[in-house]
């Protein structure tokens, strides 16, 4: 019977000293204080899905607001090329002519596409890297302007940049 008090007694003071370390050190031992702890976490971890749900929905906005946006621009640059079908016209049978559109950021490539697309050059890519040189790239005029197939390259580069045609 003595050794069965004495080990309960050892038992209860190892039990109070892990209880005070526990206390002191802040490690949650058998308390209250862990309950708490664990509905605080459980509060907040619910306010921060309700914020990551609203968050999400208005990305979802933002992204069909995207699509709007981007299919109206389309609408808008699929209208200009109609445009420049329309303005083709056949001055003799060999000489293709048609006005080319150029407006505010259409590019080197759109550029050659629109005289393929007319006829004027059988390859606009050959256009697009006469245009990429320095002395025109930098210089591309907005507006519209009249090729025909009889021009040359040069002769192209330098009416879509406003220099005198030889």
């Given amino acids: 019977m003595k050794s069965f008090l004495r080990t309960f007694g050892i038992a209860l003071f190892l039990v109070g000293a892990l209880l005070t370390i526990g206390k ?11 309950v708490v702890d664990t509905k605080r976490q459980d509060a907040l971890i619910q306010e921060l899905e309700q914020q990551l749900n609203v968050a999400n929905a208005q990305v ?12 109206a621009k ?10 420049v079908e329309e303005a083709t016209s056949e001055i003799d ?12 950021g259409v590019s080197i490539y759109d550029i050659g596409k629109q005289v393929e ?17 320095p002395e025109y790239s930098r210089s591309i005029q907005k507006g519209q302007f009249e090729l025909h197939s009889a021009m040359t390259l040069e002769q192209m580069a330098r009416t879509l940049t406003g220099k005198k045609v030889e």
């Avoid at 002191?24 to 862990?34: C, M």
């Avoid at 979802?60 to 299919?71: G, N, P, S, V």
């Avoid at 049978?93 to 407006?103: F, K």
């Fill in 24 to 34: 002191q050190w802040g490690i949650p031992l058998l308390s209250n204080e862990a």
């Fill in 60 to 71: 979802a906005e933002l992204q069909q607001a995207i699509a709007k946006t981007e299919q």
């Fill in 74 to 83: 389309q609408e808008n640059v699929t209208e200009e090329p109609v445009k």
């Fill in 93 to 104: 049978e060999d000489v293709v002519s048609g006005i080319v559109y150029i407006y505010e």
């Fill in 117 to 133: 697309d007319l006829g004027i050059l059988a390859n606009g890519r050959e256009l697009e890297l006469f245009l990429s040189k």
